[in-house]
């Protein structure tokens, strides 16, 4: 993608301490009009405030990317809001999901996502097919370049007044939604329930064991594949395709109003160690105090790194929905 991605990988100190390795960026805000019309198609009646931080927690290297993209238009311009964001959980290099980065939500704009007016099934077909086109062309590039790492992902795209949300592996999306229409009400604490929004692809769960053994494959005691994979959805690992791997995401849908807060974007790593519940929780009273989207996402993988020994790499988006 261009520069205007925001992808590169920062290691910036947290303000707050200079031992702070996190690394995260400047708060991204939307600024398009709220609730305007512009011609014909309604503009949704809610800004986006978004960011992401990173830390490798104990391992040598640091194999996750991520995506940021207020306007996610690049080429593709159109009357309909646009915004674009991914993690994707690297294994065995990160050849893989840098390739996914940079080229996913590309493949899903070619594919024909809708510009002008949402269609749900054109959209459900785009992003199927973005997926299909961004895995063959990574393997045939890893084929060529004799590498075999892969790459999970979590994937969420803004249009207009709806969200989609696509994942391979075990990567998650959370939804934090009003529960007692508090939001109307500034004086009370705001009761949130925590939504997870995807699904894990894991060998050991029955409709992925059913195509691994049905493609030759097997799942060991342990649950992995072939005793070595931990998922059995993915972009890349050439080595695992022919066994049942696939990059065939599950998607899903919904249309934002005044009950939905925020999403968490997070790894594996950071599901580790948290809840769905109490990242929420986390990342509700730290919005509570004001403080912003930069600030919040840089404590939560902090939290999850040094306070509750994540081990593995640590990502997270939060993607905060700011109402009328």
């Not at 919005?287 to 593995?312: F, H, T, W, Y």
Request: hydrophobic letters at 40%; proline letters at 3%; charged letters at 25%.
């Amino acid at each position: 993608m261009s520069e205007n991605t925001h992808t590169q990988k920062r290691e910036a100190a947290d303000s707050e301490s200079k031992e702070d390795y996190v690394s995260s960026k400047k708060a991204k805000i939307e600024s398009c009009a709220m609730g305007s019309d512009i011609n014909g198609v309604k503009e949704p009646s809610f800004l986006i405030e978004a960011d992401a931080a990173e830390d490798k927690g104990s391992r040598h290297t640091m194999e996750d990317a991520w995506v940021v993209l207020l306007d996610a238009t690049l080429d593709y311009p159109g009357n309909l809001r646009c915004a674009h964001f991914a993690i994707y959980d690297g294994h065995g290099g990160r050849l893989a999901a840098e390739y996914a980065q940079k080229h996913l939500h590309r493949n899903v704009l070619s594919a024909g996502l809708p510009r002008e007016l949402y269609d749900a099934k054109v959209t459900r077909r785009s992003i199927l097919n973005g997926f299909l086109k961004t895995d063959e062309s990574l393997l045939h590039e890893s084929a060529e370049g004799g590498w075999q790492d892969g790459a999970t992902a979590v994937c969420v795209w803004v249009l207009g007044q709806r969200v989609v949300v696509a994942n391979i592996g075990d990567a998650k999306a959370v939804l934090a939604r009003s529960t007692d229409g508090s939001r109307n009400f500034p004086d009370r604490v705001q009761a949130l329930k925590a939504i997870v929004l995807t699904r894990e692809h894991k060998p050991i769960f029955p409709l992925e064991r059913a195509r691994i053994q049905k493609s030759g494959g097997f799942v060991s005691p342990d649950g992995r594949l072939l005793g070595r994979l931990e998922v059995s959805r993915a972009f890349g690992d050439r080595q695992f395709k022919k066994v049942g791997v696939v990059a065939t995401p599950d998607l899903y849908s919904f249309e934002v109003t005044n009950t939905e807060h925020f999403i968490i974007l997070g790894c594996d790593g950071l599901w580790g160690v948290f809840g769905p519940s109490d990242a929420v929780d986390f990342v509700q009273k730290l919005l509570n105090e004001g403080l912003p989207v930069a600030i919040v996402s840089r404590r939560l993988v902090r939290e999850a790194v040094r306070e509750r020994r994540c081990k593995d790499n640590c990502t997270a988006i939060i993607i905060v929905f700011k109402h009328n």
